[in-house]
T-cell receptor, first 115, second 112 residues
Framework: SQTIHQWPATLVQPVGSPLSLECTVEGTSNPNLYWYRQAAGRGLQLLFYSVGIGQISSEVPQNLSASRPQDRQFILSSKKLLLSDSGFYLC??????????????FGQGTRLTVV | QKEVEQNSGPLSVPEGAIASLNCTYSDRGSQSFFWYRQYSGKSPELIMSIYSNGDKEDGRFTAQLNKASQYVSLLIRDSQPSDSATYLCAVNVMDSSYKLIFGSGTRLLVRP
């Protein structure tokens, strides 16, 4: 079976500090990978998605970046955090089956507070 | 900009009643639709998927899809206090990336 791991669960960082959140998927190959952010009381905003190693697409302009150094590893980074970067960050994966529309499975999320 | 719209609620229903949650979407090419449940502070979990027009039932949950009206709904029968959560509607966008776009969610409160 497939599992997704996301860490850390909570993080408190000062403004201007760097960020690195990591997500790994087990039990499948070549998944589509996603980073979402959820502000307090809001819906999920798609930040980045990746359909393969080194292939990153950005959905919204921001001071965040993403990388996919390995097939099942997805990293969200920032060089300098802003207060507005606070939120609940969720990594997700989907089967990459061309022509099929499959559901996404989520990690446990990282609660980021920028102070 | 492809969008998914939901009423934010809260939708308050008494225990044992039917809860009806609604969602509209803008991308006419979308072919698959999902309902996720999210408890406070937790990540979303999939509860229903639907691909064809009509109804799909799974236990106390029924998803309804009308592609002509670009409308999808979720009915929860015999609502329980444990159903109190935010329900997120999600739609696959039909481009090469197969992105999953979410609505902002409807908060459901089931009163004992």
């Amino acid at each position: 079976s497939q599992t997704i791991h996301q860490w850390p669960a909570t993080l408190v960082q000062p403004v201007g500090s760097p960020l690195s959140l990591e997500c790994t998927v087990e039990g499948t190959s070549n998944p589509n990978l996603y980073w979402y952010r959820q502000a307090a009381g809001r819906g999920l905003q798609l930040l980045f998605y990746s359909v393969g190693i080194g292939q990153i697409s950005s959905e919204v302009p921001q001071n965040l970046s993403a990388s996919r150094p390995q097939d099942r590893q997805f990293i969200l980074s920032s060089k300098k955090l802003l207060l507005s970067d606070s939120g609940f960050y969720l990594c997700a994966w989907k089967f990459a089956l061309q022509g099929l529309n499959t559901e996404a499975f989520f990690g446990q999320g990282t609660r980021l507070t920028v102070v | 900009q492809k969008e998914v719209e939901q009423n934010s609620g809260p939708l308050s229903v008494p225990e044992g009643a039917i809860a009806s949650l609604n969602c509209t979407y803008s991308d006419r090419g979308s072919q698959s639709f999902f309902w996720y449940r999210q408890y406070s502070g937790k990540s979303p979990e999939l509860i229903m998927s639907i691909y064809s027009n009509g109804d799909k039932e799974d236990g106390r949950f029924t998803a309804q899809l009308n592609k002509a009206s670009q409308y999808v709904s979720l009915l929860i029968r015999d609502s329980q206090p444990s159903d109190s959560a935010t329900y997120l509607c999600a739609v696959n966008v039909m481009d090469s990336s197969y992105k999953l776009i979410f609505g902002s969610g409807t908060r459901l409160l089931v009163r004992p």
